[in-house]
């Protein structure tokens, strides 16, 4: 079921979602629409998280497995090219989305039924509706120029 385009998070905003979710050493992110896998590869690269991403599309789901391969990251990244509502995300310590408000509202029982307590969920530019954020933080990636501007919302179960 396809429920949002492909449009990459730039790296910036990817550092900036980990860090505010408090990625630690040892945990599982799961990036749900994962594009070119840029959040699980920078999620073990420089977080040291275990980290799998979920991408419906084959030619962006080859490429993320590609690049992880390339970087020797098999042992801690996988890339499941799949519908995101098939895949168990319990094991999951932090979920990051790119969708849209509408996607999210379509992800969100499936987020509120297998995640765990405490697990966070870090959406970029698109708020989880009904979910009250435990923050909210306004990152200018070009500070100098003042744009582009991006929201990202964290939640916890």
């Known amino acids: 079921m396809f429920i949002a385009p492909f449009v990459a998070t730039p790296l910036p905003v990817v550092k900036q979602m980990l860090t505010v979710a408090d990625v630690k050493p040892g945990e599982m992110v799961y990036d749900l629409g994962c594009g070119d896998g840029r959040v699980v ?4 690269q420089e977080f040291g998280a275990r980290a799998i991403g979920v991408e419906m599309r084959e030619d962006l789901a080859k490429q993320a497995m590609g690049k992880i391969s390339e970087l020797a990251l098999e042992d801690r990244v996988k890339i ?14 932090v979920v990051t989305l790119y969708l849209t408000t509408s996607a999210n ?13 405490g697990a966070r969920v870090v959406s970029h530019d698109y708020e989880v509706l009904g979910w009250r ?5 306004n990152f ?12 990202i919302y964290v939640y916890r179960r």
């Open 80 to 93: 499941v090219n799949g519908d995101i509502f098939k895949i168990d995300i319990s094991q999951a310590d």
């Open 41 to 44: 590869i920078m999620a073990a």
């Open 105 to 117: 509202d379509k992800v969100k029982p499936k987020l509120e039924a297998e995640l765990k307590p």
């Open 133 to 137: 954020p435990l923050k909210i933080d």
């Open 140 to 151: 200018c990636e070009n500070p100098r120029l003042g744009y582009p501007s991006h929201t």
